[in-house]
């Protein structure tokens, strides 16, 4: 199991395949990779991303123990970025592996769900006007409630 919380840009395609190295006995990977959007209403100049050292990776390591137990899974990965992020940058992702592909791909999700709505972080958007704390949405709590 991988967890890291970190400033440094990852790169998806390395990172998918390290994880895929390191699978034994399964027959499924799933992948999912987060990254900086623009705004709908404003170009963004960049996001900013806050968070607890210690208490966000322990948070994670508890999302991640319960989604490997749930479902059986092989192994999981998530790495999630924090600090200064621009469009186009991966801010996250999740990796997940079971022997069987549905296994994978709900668990894959589980986490990204409670990774969205659980995980103490904290985001900012910034655009050229204005600054605003990213607030939870309806939207990500419903998702939570299918778990």
Same mark, same amino acid.
């Given at each position: 199991? !991988? +967890?890291?919380?970190q400033?440094?840009?990852?790169?998806i395609g390395a990172e998918t395949n390290?994880? +895929? !190295?390191?699978?034994?006995?399964?027959?499924?990977?799933?992948?999912?990779?987060g990254i900086v959007r @623009?705004?709908?209403?404003s170009p963004m100049t960049f996001m900013e991303i806050e968070h607890y050292p210690g208490m966000t990776e322990k948070a994670i390591r508890g999302i991640v123990n319960n989604a490997v137990k749930r479902w059986s899974l092989g192994d999981a990965c998530v790495i999630h970025r924090y600090g200064r992020l621009y469009?186009?940058?991966? +801010?996250m992702m999740v990796a997940t592996s079971a022997p069987h592909?549905?296994?994978?791909? @709900? /668990?894959? @999700?589980?986490?990204?769900?409670?990774?969205?709505?659980? /995980?103490?972080?904290? !985001?900012k958007e910034v655009t050229q006007k204005h600054a605003s704390w990213v607030a939870a949405k309806d939207r990500d709590?419903? /998702?939570l409630r299918r778990w």
């Amino acid at each position: 199991m !991988k +967890i890291s919380v970190q400033t440094e840009h990852f790169d998806i395609g390395a990172e998918t395949n390290a994880f +895929i !190295k390191l699978q034994n006995g399964v027959g499924a990977v799933v992948t999912f990779s987060g990254i900086v959007r @623009e705004l709908d209403d404003s170009p963004m100049t960049f996001m900013e991303i806050e968070h607890y050292p210690g208490m966000t990776e322990k948070a994670i390591r508890g999302i991640v123990n319960n989604a490997v137990k749930r479902w059986s899974l092989g192994d999981a990965c998530v790495i999630h970025r924090y600090g200064r992020l621009y469009v186009r940058e991966p +801010i996250m992702m999740v990796a997940t592996s079971a022997p069987h592909r549905l296994d994978a791909f @709900e /668990a894959a @999700e589980f986490l990204m769900d409670y990774l969205k709505s659980r /995980a103490p972080f904290w !985001k900012k958007e910034v655009t050229q006007k204005h600054a605003s704390w990213v607030a939870a949405k309806d939207r990500d709590e419903d /998702a939570l409630r299918r778990w």
